[in-house]
């Protein structure tokens, strides 16, 4: 019973490592894509711009 109980609280302990890291990733990937999507704004405004 006793190892049971110690196996489950490392299990969760794992998850919340994992669902962690997933978390960091997303926030990471996230902040890297608004780069880019500001890049393309920045440059779509530009031509925009040129063309009037």
């Given at each position: 019973?006793?190892?049971?109980?110690?196996?489950?609280?490392?299990?969760?302990?794992?998850y919340g490592l994992i669902a962690t890291l997933i978390g960091v990733a997303l926030i990471v990937s996230l902040s890297q894509l608004g780069g880019v999507v500001q890049v393309l704004y920045?440059?779509?405004e530009a031509m925009v711009a040129a063309a009037i």
């Amino acid at each position: 019973m006793q190892l049971q109980r110690n196996r489950r609280g490392t299990t969760s302990i794992e998850y919340g490592l994992i669902a962690t890291l997933i978390g960091v990733a997303l926030i990471v990937s996230l902040s890297q894509l608004g780069g880019v999507v500001q890049v393309l704004y920045a440059a779509s405004e530009a031509m925009v711009a040129a063309a009037i």
